[in-house]
């Protein structure tokens, strides 16, 4: 996941300000999912 994610940013760095701008949402969309993911199994194998 987390070399996925830089490969994004990178991506993301490379592209002019306003899709920048359009992208960055999404992508911390997705972070936040893949956190709220990860930490549901945390979660899970405590229990």
């Keep these: ?3 996925l994610f830089r490969a ?3 991506l993301v ?3 002019p300000p306003f899709l920048d701008i359009a992208v960055m949402p ?4 997705m ?3 893949s956190a709220d993911d990860l930490n549901r199994e945390g ?3 405590a229990e």
């Design 8 to 10: 994004r940013l990178r």
């Design 1 to 3: 996941m987390w070399p």
């Design 13 to 15: 760095e490379g592209l």
């Design 43 to 45: 979660v899970e194998h």
């Design 31 to 33: 972070v936040a999912d």
């Design 26 to 29: 999404f992508v911390a969309t």
